[in-house]
């Protein structure tokens, strides 16, 4: 059974129009590529963001699940299998390591966020999986994006009241935490869906990509 991720990605793009697709294969999809926290502290900002859902009337905080984007792009579903087995292959070079979150952020006047302190590992995640980029892209008007600051957010999208009150409240309250990241949320949604599925779990394995090379292809 397939699993989900009932959120939508940090930032909203527009699909272009394909016309009449005769076949499913042949329509675009949204993938994206995520850092996630375990099941606990996944919880735990969850609960974060319900009680600020509560008290700032805005229940885009509960459906933006808790996850680093790390990539997101459109593509053919027909493409998903030859991108698939780059990403992993890719996937199985990088390291794992601790991801670590101190405090809150904002983009103002619309975003409140927890501050991502792992930076560069991150990035560096995103600086590999380029090498996947010419996959990833559909066409010159619609290239993959990829992450410029790592955070985690806790509501976005939000009302100018909102913010300000929000703000006021969070720029003064604490949040440490951590994390191992050791795989990749491989992601997509189809149809103007609000479920994500989880393709694959990518583990990041630091081996010599050569020695993953036969697999990719078995």
Do not use: C
């Given at each position: 059974m397939a699993l989900t991720y009932k959120g939508r990605i940090s930032k909203e793009f527009t699909l272009p129009d394909f016309g009449d697709a005769y076949d499913k294969k042949l329509e675009p999809a949204e993938y994206m590529v995520v850092l996630a926290?375990?099941?606990?502290?996944?919880?735990?900002?969850m609960e974060l963001k319900q009680e600020?859902?509560?008290?700032?009337?805005?229940?885009?905080?509960?459906?933006?699940k808790p996850h680093i984007s790390i990539v997101r792009f459109i593509q053919y579903e027909m493409n998903e299998l030859k991108i698939h087995n780059k990403l992993k292959l890719l996937a199985t070079a990088l390291p794992d390591f601790?991801?670590?979150l101190d405090g809150f952020?904002?983009?103002?006047?619309?975003?409140?966020?927890?501050k991502v302190q792992t930076q560069e590992p991150i990035k560096a995640i995103a600086k590999k999986l380029k090498e996947a980029q010419s996959l990833m892209?559909?066409?010159?008007?619609?290239?993959p994006h990829f992450l410029n600051e790592p955070h985690i957010a806790v509501a976005r999208k939000l009302l100018p009241w909102q913010y300000e009150k929000g703000w006021l409240e969070y720029s003064n309250k604490h949040f440490h935490a951590s994390f191992m990241a050791d795989q990749l949320l491989f992601m997509k949604r189809t149809g103007g869906?609000?479920?994500?599925?989880?393709?694959?779990?990518?583990?990041?394995?630091?081996?010599?990509?050569?020695t993953k090379q036969g697999d990719l292809f078995a």
């Amino acid at each position: 059974m397939a699993l989900t991720y009932k959120g939508r990605i940090s930032k909203e793009f527009t699909l272009p129009d394909f016309g009449d697709a005769y076949d499913k294969k042949l329509e675009p999809a949204e993938y994206m590529v995520v850092l996630a926290p375990h099941e606990d502290l996944y919880n735990k900002i969850m609960e974060l963001k319900q009680e600020f859902a509560k008290a700032y009337e805005n229940t885009m905080a509960v459906a933006l699940k808790p996850h680093i984007s790390i990539v997101r792009f459109i593509q053919y579903e027909m493409n998903e299998l030859k991108i698939h087995n780059k990403l992993k292959l890719l996937a199985t070079a990088l390291p794992d390591f601790k991801v670590d979150l101190d405090g809150f952020g904002s983009y103002p006047s619309h975003t409140i966020y927890i501050k991502v302190q792992t930076q560069e590992p991150i990035k560096a995640i995103a600086k590999k999986l380029k090498e996947a980029q010419s996959l990833m892209t559909i066409n010159k008007e619609n290239k993959p994006h990829f992450l410029n600051e790592p955070h985690i957010a806790v509501a976005r999208k939000l009302l100018p009241w909102q913010y300000e009150k929000g703000w006021l409240e969070y720029s003064n309250k604490h949040f440490h935490a951590s994390f191992m990241a050791d795989q990749l949320l491989f992601m997509k949604r189809t149809g103007g869906s609000k479920a994500w599925q989880i393709i694959d779990r990518l583990k990041m394995m630091n081996l010599p990509v050569e020695t993953k090379q036969g697999d990719l292809f078995a």
